[in-house]
Antibody, heavy 116, light 112 residues
Framework: EVKLLESGGGLVQPGGSMRLSCAAS????????MNWIRQPAGKAPEWLGF??????????EYNPSVKGRFTISRDNTQNMLYLQMNTLRAEDTATYYC???????WGQGVMVTVSS | DIVMTQAPLSVSVTPGESASISCRSS???????????VYWYLQKPGKSPQLLIY???NLASGVPDRFSGSGSETDFTLKISRVEAEDVGIYYC?????????FGGGTKLELK
């Protein structure tokens, strides 16, 4: 069974940093692109970016809206996906999801609140 | 960015009846490989989105065949036959053709 479990969310002040983690299980992690997608309360999802699979060199792509502030990485020995978020703003407040491949499986999400 | 526009904003359906949701993209989602990169997701109340349809017309694993997707290069339809209580939620279309992937604003399905 495919499982994705995010962690690391919470309250952070504007300008601060936060790292989210996603533990993956139930599939061959290195075979898949992995995404981060966020969703502000009551709004549509916003794709943040992905990190490619082994066959494609684990390279990354980002939504221009977060490029330069957010960094996606993975630890293939631990089946972990990460999202490093810097210079956080109030508008980054949302539920953050990791999702596999073409977003065929999503985690349960983790809340990030940026507020003073 | 490719803009995805959904209609209607909400739909109220009698259980057992059918429902259709439309989605229009601001640019063709047909790749040169012949695949149309539109996806449909359902977000049930309090849950994460789940994939229903991929590449315009392919049913995702475990999704009832009451769901079907169709369309052209820029106009897409999700049809739900014989609506059930478990179908309640917000439906999103999304394009995975180019960076950044984008989603429609959502269509809320309720039961009468």
């Amino acid at each position: 069974e495919v499982k994705l479990l995010e962690s690391g969310g919470g309250l952070v002040q504007p300008g601060g940093s936060m790292r989210l983690s996603c533990a993956a299980s139930g599939f061959t992690f290195t075979d898949f692109y992995m995404n981060w997608i966020r969703q502000p309360a009551g709004k549509a999802p916003e794709w943040l970016g992905f990190i490619r699979n082994k066959a494609n060199g684990y390279t990354t792509e980002y939504n221009p809206s977060v490029k330069g502030r957010f960094t996606i990485s993975r630890d293939n020995t631990q089946n972990m996906l990460y999202l490093q978020m810097n210079t956080l703003r109030a508008e980054d407040t949302a539920t953050y999801y990791c999702a596999r491949g073409n977003a065929d499986y999503w985690g349960q999400g983790v809340m990030v609140t940026v507020s003073s | 960015d490719i803009v995805m526009t959904q209609a209607p904003l909400s739909v109220s359906v009698t259980p057992g009846e059918s429902a259709s949701i439309s989605c229009r993209s601001s640019k063709s989602l047909l790749h040169s490989n012949g695949i149309t990169y539109v996806y449909w997701y359902l977000q049930k109340p309090g849950k994460s989105p789940q994939l229903l349809i991929y590449r315009m017309s392919n049913l995702a694993s475990g999704v009832p065949d009451r769901f079907s997707g169709s369309g052209s290069e820029t106009d897409f339809t999700l049809k739900i036959s014989r609506v059930e209580a478990e179908d309640v939620g917000i439906y999103y279309c999304g394009q995975l053709l180019e960076n950044p992937w984008t989603f429609g604003g959502g269509t809320k399905l309720e039961l009468k």
